[in-house]
């Protein structure tokens, strides 16, 4: 994220510099408008979807979809309802499946 910061940053750089002759104002616009239009859709989506932020306590990074009030004991990777969505848990479900 921080690479493709400094990327959008230093994108028009050379507009400032003397040797590159008088300002260019169209080439300003079109090099620095994508802040504009992301902070502008970003702002639009926060209000039109009434979204909040989330903080990391209250996210599961786990992938386990807690449901609320349950436990750490109903929601762990031996629960048999929850399911192995990824590439791998897929191939080994297909695996298990061939073998039995």
């Known amino acids: 994220m921080f690479f493709v910061i400094l990327i959008i940053l ?5 507009l400032f510099l003397a040797a590159n002759g008088p300002f260019d104002y169209g080439t ?4 620095y408008i994508a ?3 992301y902070i502008a859709l970003y ?5 039109y979807k009434k979204t909040t932020f989330v ?3 209250a996210m599961d990074l786990t992938g386990l979809r807690r449901r609320r009030g349950a436990s750490d004991e109903e929601v762990s990777f031996g629960m048999g309802d929850v399911k192995d969505r990824s590439l791998g848990g897929r191939v080994k479900g297909v695996v298990k499946t061939v073998w039995q």
Request: proline share 0%; aromatic share 30%; hydrophobic share 55%.
């Open 10 to 14: 230093f994108n028009g750089f050379s």
């Open 55 to 57: 903080t990391l306590d």
């Open 35 to 37: 802040i504009l239009v």
């Open 43 to 47: 702002s639009f989506w926060k209000f």
């Open 28 to 31: 300003f616009i079109t090099s």
